[in-house]
């Protein structure tokens, strides 16, 4: 059995890598359904996704906690084109679940560290 600080330095660095595997995969699908798919050929909407990529590999906290925010504008929008014909109804569900699963692994990771700062056992 690891040790209580140990075990949460794993989850930690886990959420850590889910959390850009996630990010790295929407802004993928955003790009190859702007570049791809979308009339406008645009690829904007991925810019935003973007930024946080550093904060998040560097671990600032505060990166977490807005990208958790950030999140809902892709969330909506793969929500509102979801009903549209393929291939824009399949990258509109892959936004959802990319979206989704950066939500939760940022929220993860916010929480286990929070959790481990205050844990006198740390």
């Not at 909407?45 to 946080?52: F, H, Q, S």
């Amino acid at each position: 059995m690891m040790p209580l600080h140990m075990e949460s330095t794993a989850k930690i660095e886990a959420t850590r890598w889910l959390a850009v595997g996630a990010l790295l995969a929407l802004i993928a699908v955003c790009l190859a359904w702007e570049l791809g798919h979308a009339q406008s050929r645009w690829a904007v909407k991925a810019l935003p996704l973007c930024i946080p990529l550093a904060g998040l590999l560097k671990r600032r906290m505060y990166t977490y906690r807005w990208v958790s925010l950030l999140v809902w504008l892709y969330f909506l929008e793969g929500v509102l084109r979801v009903a549209d014909r393929p291939p824009v109804s399949y990258f509109a569900s892959a936004e959802i679940a990319l979206s989704l699963l950066l939500f939760a692994a940022c929220a993860a990771h916010v929480r286990i560290r929070l959790k481990s700062a205050h844990d006198p056992a740390a």
